[in-house]
């Protein structure tokens, strides 16, 4: 191990040494350089190779789909080895998923065909293959935990650019089973791109939080064997005069009274980086949130907690980047009252991506692993206790980090969550290929990007496109000069492409050449990977028309112009606008989306308890939400139904009286619709290609409470269908047609029925 070059320890001002005469001294960082290009991401800390020592599992986002494993990190001498995953990766958790008595490592997909990547530990600090599964799109962080209550340890997936979190199934032996998905703040206009989740079990209920950089927002839900319970989300709060971006996310109790505070360190665009912490609540929510100046560099980021000075506490690590620092706050808390000393800090550094705190060299006291990615290296700060810091380290002088007053925090922290290799790059047969990189051109003729002694490639445009440059190529062969062509000319020239429309495949678009057309502008990250995701838009928009949705002549039109957004709800923060609606109305309406997709929020008002029926009528993939609550939080979804173009969606539940809200949009069971759907065209020299689907929907919202039982069809009135409806029923001993609650479907409830006519 070799000392640090590049990268300072410092210590705090003079004026902040009394307050924090706690807080330990750390030595001279140590330095394990990882392979070049690595890009370290959130590692774990772990014995894998059974000699009692710690050992540090370190993913990484590079085009290699390479991992390091440290072995004895907090030796004299290291040893490193280099782990082929195939894939980009983003977080790391190790446990015994087998029972084998050996660690097992579970790994975040990064890539656009994202999902977990599995190594079986072998006890010797080797792994078998990974064995790569689904989940959905750049899968940014996992956790472990047993979630269905079988004894076995199971996965819980968050998916960024899918905007959901998912269960894997652990069936024994490393084999897993895709289970529930739940979608983020389904209701909101934009991407969640959520990048940590936390989970913590709470008797039969896992209780599973994130928070979604998108929106500045934190969630909450649970899952049980009977699938997901509802979403509750909170907005972060206004600090500084402007929405802070938050990324990761800690759980912990800092005061002491048994609750979990949330922690997050974030980014604003004035000031400090401030820390954050909303106070836990017996049901895990978070409640009031308290601040604390942050990191004085660079742009705040990561936050973790640990006990630094073992008075059995727990303090907090806070991160910022691009020439960022690694600062610690001092617990001062009491039960039930936070209270954290100003910010000490400990290192500067390029990009100090992620910290991992542990007792490395067994000496029982907190030592601090931070992974600077840009470097490619793990930094390690032995924890010193009482002995101090070393003479010769110096103070920084702070400056505040340089943000435009116009940039949205939000977007900035994505930004940051981005940087490294791009995601539509990686190894492995599960892996994509870069965006630049078309697949395909002419059926029959060989693939764009591979040399072959036949002339012309299986993508038509992208084989025109080339040709026109270099008309050999077309000639006589396409050779190496023309696949180098086509890597800079072809960009989005992807239809048709080998590969199934219907089954997914790590290639971009699909041998269809209509099909391929259709889902590539409805979802554009079909042109890069045809994952499941665009399987699923091709069986809702492939070989067939699109249908035509009238919406009766008594429907009450919302007003809103298309290209407008005059009712996005809780997805406009500064003005969340809500058409309001009663019970016994017809709405309708048109959504769009072009880059951005069109939410029409409704606000339903009960001055009762009621049991309400919404029914939404669409020509496209539609979603219905009903929640309630405050935009602020918790915001509550209680209830989703999703169709397919010309379907219905449909709620019904009990509500109890006050504001509810019901939110329309385009969307499947898996993913929302940004792209594809602009508003008709009205102006002739309009290039815009039209959307396939019209974007018209209505609803209706009853109130089933006033509905008389003989009403089986919830038609509205009683005929004939509801005599039908009983015959099917006859006999059964269910409620349904159960009309004198005698227990059973008999000749005695057809009698009740046929009073009803009159």
């Not at 008595?101 to 072998?122: E, F, H, S, T, Y």
């Not at 705040?300 to 620092?325: K, M, P, T």
């Not at 005059?566 to 072009?594: I, K």
């Not at 000749?747 to 009803?756: S, V």
Request: glycine share 12%; hydrophobic share 40%; aromatic share 4%.
């Amino acid at each position: 191990m070799r000392r640090l070059g590049r990268a300072v320890v410092i210590v705090a001002a003079a004026a902040c040494g009394a307050a924090l005469a706690d807080l330990p001294g750390f030595g001279v960082p140590e330095v394990v350089a990882l392979p070049e290009g690595q890009f370290p991401t959130q590692p774990v800390l772990a014995d894998f190779d059974g000699d009692g020592q710690a050992d540090l599992f370190v993913p990484g986002r590079n085009t290699d789909g390479t991992a390091s494993l440290i072995c004895g990190v907090g030796s004299a001498a290291p040893v490193l080895r280099v782990v082929q995953v195939g894939h980009q990766t983003d977080w790391a958790e190790a446990a015994d998923l087998d029972d084998d008595g050996w660690i097992d490592v579970v790994l975040a997909v990064r890539n656009i065909r994202g999902g977990v990547a599995v190594l079986r530990g072998r006890g010797d600090g080797t792994f078998g293959p990974a064995q790569f599964i689904w989940t959905g799109r750049e899968c940014r962080c996992v956790a472990v935990v047993d979630a269905d209550g079988d004894g076995r340890l199971d996965v819980v997936a968050s998916n960024a650019r899918s905007g959901s979190v998912c269960v894997l199934r652990n069936l024994g032996d490393l084999h897993f089973e895709r289970g529930p998905e739940v979608g983020v703040n389904r209701w909101n206009v934009g991407t969640p791109n959520q990048s940590w989740l936390a989970v913590r079990t709470q008797g039969a209920v896992l209780r599973v939080a994130d928070m979604a950089v998108g929106g500045s927002r934190l969630n909450m839900r649970g899952f049980s064997a009977g699938g997901w319970l509802p979403e509750a989300s909170w907005t972060v709060p206004s600090v500084q005069g402007t929405v802070p971006g938050v990324s990761f996310g800690e759980l912990a109790d800092l005061d002491g009274d048994g609750h979990e505070e949330w922690i997050s360190q974030s980014l604003t665009t004035t000031g400090l980086n401030p820390l954050l912490v909303w106070k836990g609540q017996p049901d895990g929510s978070p409640g009031a949130m308290q601040s604390w100046p942050g990191p004085v560099l660079g742009r705040g980021f990561r936050a973790i907690s640990a006990d630094l000075d073992g008075d059995s506490d727990l303090d907090v690590l806070s991160l910022s980047v691009l020439e960022g620092q690694l600062v610690a706050f001092e617990n001062g808390s009491i039960p039930g009252s936070i209270h954290l000393q100003a910010a000490v800090p400990l290192l500067e550094g390029s990009f100090l991506r992620h910290v991992v705190a542990g007792d490395v060299d067994a000496d029982t006291r907190t030592d601090l692993l931070v992974c600077d990615s840009t470097e490619s290296r793990v930094l390690l700060l032995r924890n010193q206790g009482s002995a101090g810091m070393p003479a010769a380290h110096r103070t920084v002088k702070p400056r505040a980090p340089e943000m435009s007053e116009f940039v949205d925090p939000s977007a900035e922290m994505s930004r940051l969550l981005d940087l490294g290799p791009s995601p539509f790059v990686d190894a492995g047969e599960g892996g994509v290929r870069p965006r630049s990189m078309p697949v395909s051109c002419g059926p029959g003729a060989g693939r764009c990007d591979e040399p072959h002694e036949t002339p012309g490639c299986y993508t038509p445009s992208c084989c025109e496109r080339v040709c026109q440059l270099l008309p050999e190529c077309c000639e006589t062969a396409w050779d190496q000069t023309c696949v180098d062509w086509a890597a800079t000319e072809c960009d989005g020239l992807v239809c048709p492409s080998p590969g199934s429309c219907l089954l997914p495949h790590g290639e971009a678009g699909c041998d269809d050449a209509a099909c391929c057309e259709r889902v590539r502008r409805l979802d554009p990250v079909c042109e890069a990977v045809w994952d499941e995701l665009c399987v699923e838009l091709a069986q809702l928009s492939c070989g067939v028309d699109p249908p035509v949705v009238v919406a009766p002549a008594d429907s009450i039109d919302e007003g809103e112009p298309c290209g407008q957004r005059l009712s996005e709800g809780c997805g406009n923060r500064a003005s969340p606008d809500f058409v309001p609606v009663q019970t016994g109305e017809r709405r309708a309406g048109r959504v769009q989306a072009f880059g951005v997709r069109d939410v029409d929020a409704h606000l339903l008002t009960l001055t009762q308890p009621a049991t309400i029926r919404v029914e939404l009528h669409a020509d496209f993939p539609a979603h219905l939400v009903l929640a309630q609550g405050p935009c602020d939080g918790p915001l509550e979804s209680l209830a989703e139904g999703v169709c397919g173009p010309g379907g219905v969606a449909r709620v019904e539940l009990a509500l109890e009286a006050g504001s509810h809200r019901l939110f329309v949009s385009l969307a499947t069971r898996l993913q929302t619709l940004r792209d594809g759907q602009p508003c008709p065209i009205t102006d002739p020299e309009d290039t815009t290609q039209p959307g396939l689907f019209g974007g018209v929907w209505w609803m209706s919202i009853e109130d089933r409470s006033l509905k008389v039982p003989c009403d089986l069809d919830g038609s509205g009135q009683v005929d004939a269908a509801d005599i039908g409806s009983l015959l099917v029923l006859f006999g059964g001993a269910g409620p349904a047609g159960d009309l004198d609650v005698s227990g059973e479907v008999d000749a005695a409830d057809l009698g009740a029925l046929l009073i009803c006519f009159d």
